[in-house]
T-cell receptor, first 111, second 112 residues
Framework: GQNIDQPTEMTATEGAIVQINCTYQ??????LFWYQQHAGEAPTFLSY????GLEEKGRFSSFLSRSKGYSYLLLKELQMKDSASYLC????????????FGTGTKLQVIP | NAGVTQTPKFRVLKTGQSMTLLCAQD?????MYWYRQDPGMGLRLIHY???????AKGEVPDGYNVSRLKKQNFLLGLESAAPSQTSVYFC???????????FGPGTRLTVL
């Protein structure tokens, strides 16, 4: 793999803010995807970062630092339905889209 | 639009049996992928295709074969199933490199 490192599990309270970190190898890196996967379901796309900085999309934001090989997903105003796994997926595509998925961070939102 | 569909949704095989998983997409995507997902292992790429008539090996291709005879379909074959192939299989498609992947609902395969 590409040494993708993200926490295995996290717990946060409804209404709070949570940050899920991800580190990855920088060699050949193009961009980074975040996907959400509810238990028993397929992953769904959240964001794709290519440039350094923070991109906001509603309650979800994603940050990228290309030089540090670091990204985070920020979830605000947590809702119970945000309980899911969040997959960090660096894109190392050269001639094709070679996306490598991390093992995911299982987030539990509690009342 | 149905997006990405997979057939079947569930299957139980005996060791040594063969089967084919079908993936279909109606988004006119060029790229298609087959992944397996196991507890603690994340999604691992089995095979992928960057266009009709093309296929390539991913991270864990052994024991699987694929075909992409039509742009909208991507088939995954298990010639002689083994218990180690018990997994959830996801198909995905994308417009091209650097674009989001759309996933099918998954096939839950058990090999006894």
């Amino acid at each position: 793999g590409q040494n993708i490192d993200q926490p295995t599990e996290m717990t946060a309270t409804e209404g709070a803010i949570v940050q899920i970190n991800c580190t990855y190898q920088t060699s050949g890196f193009n961009g980074l995807f975040w996907y959400q996967q509810h238990a028993g379901e397929a992953p769904t796309f959240l964001s794709y970062n290519v440039l350094d900085g923070l991109e906001e999309k509603g309650r979800f934001s994603s940050f990228l630092s290309r030089s540090k090989g670091y990204s985070y997903l920020l979830l605000k105003e947590l809702q119970m339905k945000d309980s899911a796994s969040y997959l960090c997926a660096p894109d190392y595509s050269g001639g094709y889209q070679k996306v490598t998925f991390g093992t995911g961070t299982k987030l539990q939102v509690i009342p | 639009n149905a997006g990405v569909t997979q057939t079947p949704k569930f299957r139980v095989l005996k060791t040594g049996q063969s089967m084919t998983l079908l993936c279909a997409q109606d988004m006119n995507h060029e790229y298609m992928y087959w992944y397996r997902q196991d507890p603690g292992m994340g999604l691992r790429l089995i095979h992928y295709s960057v266009g009709e008539g093309t296929t390539a090996k991913g991270e864990v291709p052994d024991g699987y074969n694929v075909s992409r005879l039509k742009k909208q379909n991507f088939l995954l074959g298990l010639e002689s199933a083994a218990p180690s192939q018990t997994s959830v299989y996801f198909c995905a498609s994308s417009y091209g490199g650097g674009y989001e992947q759309f996933f099918g609902p998954g096939t839950r395969l058990t090999v006894l």
